[in-house]
């Protein structure tokens, strides 16, 4: 769960460009960390990369927080 | 020009879509070679940009069908490691006057004309929003602007490419991706070599240029539009067709 996080953080850095502090479980892509929905979509696009899983569109739809990205990924490697 | 850049062009074994192909080559580039079924032909398209000293794979897909598409663009991928070109030019025509036109004819130039280039677009994005830089080019019709009475199916379809590129283009602007199309007028091809003489003649008399155009007058815009050079344009139609429309 911790090295999920990590590595779904530095994602988020990279990808994001936001303050690491900011990345926290509750926080939401879109109004906390300023994403719009084509930065949501590669996100995901970088998320199935990393952890070599496939995240289907209805699926993809349903994730709003860093939170439900790890439990996500958690529930599915 | 295009030194290394993968481009790939749908229905590139005949036509404009040949001509495309080794013009792109021509410049640089290597290509795949999509066909639908006319595979002698497409690997002639192969041999011929080989000759020219490029690297080119030709990849059977119906681009009416996402899974094809799927895997034509897994399998370019596979072998260049990216994509940095897509020309969408595979098109179908089932001419027929509103009031005969079946069902069937409007549902199988709808799919490959239209959906098809959504496929490709869809399936061409995540590789070109990982690299950060992309150039589509969708070839549309002098008659998705102008009408044309016995092709209500091609037209709509060719339209609805106009409208699909101004969107594709707003959406990917920001990740370096460039969404254009070419509307070519009537073109010299097989797709145009079955019309009647007479036909042929009404055409050209609607041509202020006064002759059908070759298919290496759409190869050259193609080029321009894969350049560098067109850089600084996106979701634009430009019109190859000897002047009909203005």
Same mark, same amino acid.
């Given at each position: 769960m911790a090295d999920t996080l990590e590595r779904v953080k530095k994602i988020i850095v990279d990808r &994001?460009?936001? =303050?690491?502090?900011?990345?926290? &479980?509750? *926080?939401?892509?879109?109004? =906390? &960390?300023? *994403? =719009?929905s084509l930065d949501v979509v590669e996100l995901v696009m970088e998320l199935e990369d990393e952890f070599d899983l496939e995240i289907s569109d209805e699926d993809a739809e349903k994730i709003t927080t860093v939170g439900e990205v790890v439990k996500y990924i958690e529930s599915h490697k | 020009m295009l030194t290394g850049k993968t481009t790939l062009v749908t229905g590139?074994?005949?036509?404009i879509g040949r001509a495309i192909a080794l013009k792109l080559a021509q410049a640089g580039a290597n290509i795949v070679v999509n066909y639908a079924g006319s595979e002698a032909a497409a690997s002639e398209t192969v041999e011929q940009v080989k000759a020219l000293g490029r690297e080119a794979i030709m990849v059977r897909a119906n681009v009416s069908d996402s899974e094809d598409v799927n895997e034509m663009f897994k399998t370019a991928l596979e072998h260049?490691?990216?994509?940095?070109i897509l020309v969408n030019n595979a098109g179908i025509t089932r001419d027929n006057l509103l009031m005969r036109m079946k069902e069937e004819e409007w549902d199988a130039v709808i799919d490959t004309n239209l959906k098809g280039v959504f496929n490709c677009v869809k399936a061409a994005t995540r590789p070109m929003m990982k690299q950060r830089s992309g150039k589509i080019i969708n070839i549309t019709s002098v008659v998705g602007v102008l009408g044309n009475a016995g092709q209500a199916n091609y037209v709509a379809a060719k339209a609805g490419v106009i409208g699909l590129t101004k969107t594709a283009a707003r959406e990917l602007a920001t990740r370096g991706i460039t969404v254009n199309a070419v509307a070519p007028g009537f073109i010299d091809t097989e797709m145009t070599a079955v019309l009647p003489e007479d036909v042929k003649a009404n055409l050209v008399g609607q041509i202020p240029l006064g002759r059908l155009g070759q298919t290496d007058d759409i190869a050259s815009v193609v080029l321009f539009l894969a350049s560098?050079?067109?850089?600084?344009?996106?979701g634009q139609t430009l019109h190859v067709d000897g002047g009909m429309y203005m």
């Open positions: &994001l460009g936001v =303050d690491e502090s900011k990345i926290v &479980l509750e *926080a939401s892509f879109k109004e =906390d &960390l300023g *994403a =719009d | 590139a074994s005949r036509g260049f490691g990216n994509i940095d560098d050079s067109a850089n600084y344009m996106t």
